[in-house]
């Protein structure tokens, strides 16, 4: 089972951007689909994106349609979420997740391994 660990979280004003990583232990990477999750102060957690094993399919919420960018780098265990144009509403913790089964038939179920999360706030 991989490990998993984001960074990149920070305070930036709306309209701005931040990219964030999440870098996986283990060599067993290229196995997981991968999924990028939030959770805001007083709500429940919401997923934000996903994408499949190979990179070949990604799947995003309506909320980050358009302004957020999911990729994945399986050379270097890494899976990014690249943000722009930010808006207050998206301050959360993000989390990235790994689903070791399943499929991007389900893009947003199956996660089995979570990371300790990011911070992510937005200033209006």
């Known amino acids: 089972q991989v490990q998993l660990e984001e960074s990149g979280g920070g305070l930036v004003q709306a309209g701005g951007s931040l990219r964030l990583s999440c870098a996986a232990s283990g060599r067993t990477f290229s196995r997981y689909r991968m999924g990028w999750f939030r959770q805001a102060p007083g709500k429940e957690r919401e997923f934000v994106a996903a994408?499949?094993?190979?990179?070949?399919?990604?799947y995003y919420a309506d909320s980050v349609k358009g302004r957020f960018t999911i990729s994945r780098d399986n050379a270097k265990n890494t899976v990014y979420l690249q943000m722009n144009s930010l808006k207050p509403e998206d301050t959360a913790v993000y989390y990235c997740?790994?689903?070791?089964?399943?499929?991007?038939?389900?893009?947003?179920?199956?996660?089995?391994?979570w990371g300790q999360g990011t911070q992510v706030t937005v200033s209006s």
């Open positions: 997740a790994g689903a070791l089964w399943g499929t991007m038939s389900n893009p947003i179920g199956e996660y089995d391994t």
């Open positions: 994408i499949s094993r190979g990179a070949a399919s990604t």
